[in-house]
């Protein structure tokens, strides 16, 4: 309000109504002066007094349309704030649902494996150039990661840390022919190791190899890790999609369709201790 008074505009209005004025008090003067001169003036004068009133009038209104509009504007400043206001919140409402839902996934697997520390994390980039699939997450060692941490959903196992940085980690996933994983048959006990291949991740998946010629495996069949010092033992990698005969003819593998669907990873979780956890490094696949 203060520019207001310091405006080009408010010193015109504030010219022509002291004008107004000194006519009035002229008028009334002459008005009062009872002579046929004064007669004759104030009829020359009464056009002009209705002109100054006409005036006086459209200034009176320009100053009251300015000061509705002020009043506007004060107003949609008010709800614009508002509405930030709610919108914040519901924001911060709708990430909250996420998050509940976000942890309630994971207390089964914590309830099953109570000595599990985990770290939540978030996808920030994927690697194009990675064919396996691989991600950068938004934690690192600041947070307490280190490398060959296990990364899991709710689903089951992702991967493990393959390179750590203080604020962001680089994840490489079991599509991957660079991991190497201890991995049965949950319902044959037939074990193996579970490795990806540059054929299998086209089609976004991985094998069980090793097997013996003489295992029970079958297509529909889970395979969970052994478990050891990069990988706690009962974590879900996949099912079993097809039995094969290995090209040396003495073992056979199975075509693995992981528990995981990579493309549509958003959050994991970063498994930062559990009861057995080393610090070997993990050797690459066959």
């Known amino acids: 309000m203060r520019f207001f008074f310091r405006s080009t505009r408010f010193k015109i209005i504030a010219g022509i109504t002291a004008g107004l004025l000194i006519v009035a008090v002229a008028i009334r003067i002459i008005g009062g002066v009872a002579s046929p001169q004064a007669s004759v003036l104030g009829t020359i004068v009464a056009p002009f007094q209705k002109l100054a009133t006409n005036i006086s009038n459209k200034v009176e209104d320009i100053k009251t349309a300015y000061f509705d509009g002020q009043e506007l504007m004060e107003e949609n400043q008010q709800l614009k704030e508002e509405i930030n206001r709610l919108t914040s919140q519901l924001i911060d409402y709708q990430k909250a649902i996420d998050e509940n839902k976000f942890y309630k996934d994971y207390l089964e697997i914590k309830d099953r494996h109570p000595d599990f520390q985990f770290e939540p994390a978030m ?28 990364v899991i959903t709710a689903e089951g196992l992702v991967g493990y840390i393959s390179e750590v940085a203080p604020s962001y980690s680089k994840v490489t996933t079991v599509l991957s022919p660079d991991i190497n994983i201890g991995a049965f048959d949950r319902r044959t006990r037939d074990s193996g190791i579970v490795s990806g291949s540059f054929e299998l991740a086209g089609e976004g998946k991985c094998r069980l190899y090793n097997l013996p010629r003489t295992c029970s495996v079958t297509i529909g069949d889970y395979i969970v890790t052994y478990g050891g010092s990069v990988f706690p033992e009962g974590l879900l990698i996949g099912t079993v999609e097809d039995v094969k005969q290995d090209e040396n003819d003495i073992s056979v593998y199975s075509v693995l369709k992981p528990a995981v669907n990579f493309d549509e990873i958003r959050d994991v979780m970063v498994i930062t201790y559990f009861t057995g956890q080393g610090s070997s490094t993990p050797q690459k696949g066959g």
């Open 123 to 150: 996808l920030i980039s994927r690697d194009t150039a990675d064919s396996y699939g691989g991600f950068t997450i938004d934690k690192g060692s600041i947070h307490g990661i280190s490398a060959y941490d296990p």
